[in-house]
């Protein structure tokens, strides 16, 4: 009998489910993420589980696959102890309060643990080889939203609050024309989510449709405004994360999500932007992109296998 994990990543736009044996991703399932409350969220996320489940050979004697456990990486913050969502954005609507352990286990009949979406992902990212070598790193999440995590030595930082890294409500230089999770459109994620950088071009091309797919897609042919919108919001980035970089003495900073995809456009400026500005002058701090597949999957599985103290819910 092989023993499997199962792990959920909770989007904005997507939820991502997979079955994790041996620290690879073997099987995986999405759905579009409801927007109609949590209980829907957990709702639909129970069904990929149920799904994921009857395409393996789950409990199916000699040679088969048994799931021992549930790992979610979710939007907000989140007590690992209870699983519940203390803290979020409009991001995602009807999800504060949301007690999703407890929620899921009802469902699933499996253990579960939660933590935040983005340091799941980077729990997974500490075992990049692309940040052998670096001892501090704050991870970058661009998607949907913007979010952050510290790791140190390969552990990620909670901090008293559980807040650790979170980076979307840095104040920037200029306001955004979308606006973040909040409400607000002078912190991060107003330019630097995929939205917000899609909102930022309709507004200098007049075009009304435009995501950020299309944005891209426009980039590539040689589209002048989709550049220069798609720089500016590097540029932004860099020099917002400055300030941390130089205060929390990081030694990398990675970048994953969605409009990281947008690949070197976006992060060449932001490297531009931080070595200008970080201190002392002439550092250096290397901007990355992760190299582990399903991250955010495999990260959430990696919750389950090793909880955080009183963040393993029973069935």
């Known amino acids: 009998m092989t023993d499997a994990l199962i792990g959920l990543d909770i989007g904005g736009t997507t939820i991502a489910a997979g079955v994790v044996i041996d620290g690879r991703v ?14 829907d969220v957990v709702r639909r996320a129970a069904e ?29 913050t989140v007590d690992p102890a209870t699983g519940v969502v203390t803290s979020c954005t409009d991001v995602l609507p009807g999800w504060l309060d949301t007690p999703i352990a407890e ?11 939660v933590d935040n979406d ?14 052998a070598g670096h001892r501090r790193v704050l991870h970058v999440s661009l998607g949907t939203g913007v979010g952050g995590a510290l790791s140190c030595d390969g552990r990620i930082l909670r901090g008293t609050a559980g807040t650790a890294g979170e980076i979307a409500h840095l104040l920037v230089p200029e306001p955004g024309e979308h606006p973040c999770g909040c409400g607000r459109r002078d912190h991060l994620e107003a330019v630097a989510a995929g939205p917000a950088i899609a909102a930022a071009y309709r507004a200098r091309a007049g075009a009304g449709e435009a995501d950020l797919v299309e944005v891209a897609a426009r980039l590539r042919d040689g589209d002048r405004a989709a550049a220069e919108v798609v720089e ?3 540029l932004l ?11 929390l003495d990081v030694d990398a900073v990675l970048v994953a999500g969605g409009a990281a995809g947008i690949g070197s456009p976006l992060l060449d400026p932001l490297s531009r932007a931080l070595h200008a500005e970080t201190r002392p002058p002439g550092r250096v701090t290397p901007v990355l992109r992760p190299t582990v597949p399903d991250a955010p999957v495999l990260g959430a599985a990696l919750l389950a296998a090793h909880p955080l103290p009183g963040g393993h819910r029973e069935p």
Do not use: Q
Not at 27 to 34: E, H, L, M, V
Not at 103 to 113: D, M
Not at 118 to 131: E, K, M, Q, S
């Open 26 to 39: 073997t099987a995986r399932r999405t759905a579009p993420t409801p927007r109609t409350g949590g209980h």
């Open 237 to 247: 980035l860099g020099r917002t994360l400055s300030g941390l970089v130089t205060a």
């Open 118 to 131: 983005v340091r799941a992902a980077a729990l997974a990212h500490t075992h990049d080889p692309v940040l």
């Open 103 to 113: 929620l899921l286990t009802a469902r699933a009949g499996l253990p579960v643990s």
């Open 232 to 234: 500016h919001a590097g």
């Open 48 to 76: 990929l589980v149920e799904a994921l489940r009857g395409d393996t050979p789950v409990e199916a004697g000699v040679g088969g696959i048994r799931v021992g456990a549930i790992g979610v990486g979710a939007p907000g």
